[in-house]
């Protein structure tokens, strides 16, 4: 059974700070890594995906990477601003066709 | 991205009663439908599988006639928590994909509380 595990917990960070979101998963055999920002109370917003072929994707100010032999994906995020405080997600998809999702990083930038 | 919507965002009932969640995918047409469920300071569950024009797929553990799946449109699915009870006061959330990516999108969830 997929597990998957995000590191640190919670992490809060000043603004202007650049920082890394970190994510393992225990089964190697993805079909992809979606990383999701959640705000309290609401839904999921998908903020990039990396297919298994792939090594990472960019989206502005973010950067994702995988290491699919090793497990890992890391969440890149530059030049940290008060508005992306919230709860980090990553996720991936195996040969089902559903996600398994981690606990989350909860995000606090301070001003 | 693809939009997802659900409705209602926000429900409170009676102990007993039955609440019915729609998740419409807006801009695309989805033969396949998750239904998550995600307590508070914890991830998301996959509850369920819906498929369209068939009986949904369950998780092990997850009671089928508590959560009743329709998937009756490639554009709707819905849920329906019968005889709601406290312990089903949860955040569900749904989810759609687009076939080609395979990526997913959610819905911006329904806050069910049962007094």
């Known amino acids: 059974k997929q597990e998957v595990t995000q590191i640190p917990a919670a992490l809060s960070v000043p603004e202007g700070e650049n920082l890394v979101l970190n994510c393992s998963f225990t089964?190697?055999?993805?079909?992809?890594l979606q990383w999701f920002r959640q705000d309290p109370g609401k839904g999921l917003t998908s903020l990039l995906l990396?297919?298994?072929?792939?090594r990472e994707q960019t989206s502005g100010r973010l950067n994702a990477s995988l290491d699919k032999s090793s497990g890992r994906s890391t969440l890149y995020i530059a030049a940290s601003q008060p508005g992306d405080s919230a709860t980090y997600l990553c996720?991936?998809?195996?040969?089902?066709?559903?996600?398994?999702f981690g606990k989350g990083t909860s995000l606090l930038v301070t001003p | 991205g693809a939009v997802v919507s659900q409705h209602p965002s926000r429900v409170i009932c009676k102990s007993g009663t039955s609440v019915k969640i729609e998740c419409r995918s807006l801009?695309?047409?989805?033969?396949?439908m998750f239904w998550y469920r995600q307590f508070p300071k914890q991830s998301l569950m996959l509850m369920a599988t819906?498929?369209?024009?068939?009986?949904?797929?369950?998780e092990q553990g997850v009671e089928k006639d508590k959560f009743l799946i329709n998937h009756a449109s490639l554009t709707l699915s819905t849920l329906t928590v019968t005889s709601a009870h406290p312990e089903d006061s949860s955040f569900y959330i749904c989810?759609?994909?687009?076939?080609?990516?395979?990526?997913?999108?959610f819905g911006e969830g329904s806050r069910l509380t049962v007094l």
């Open positions: 819906s498929n369209e024009g068939s009986k949904a797929t369950y």
């Open positions: 989810s759609a994909g687009a076939s080609d990516t395979g990526e997913l999108f």
């Open positions: 996720a991936v998809k195996g040969s089902g066709y559903a996600l398994n």
């Open positions: 089964d190697s055999a993805i079909y992809n």
């Open positions: 990396i297919q298994s072929s792939q």
């Open positions: 801009d695309f047409q989805a033969t396949t």
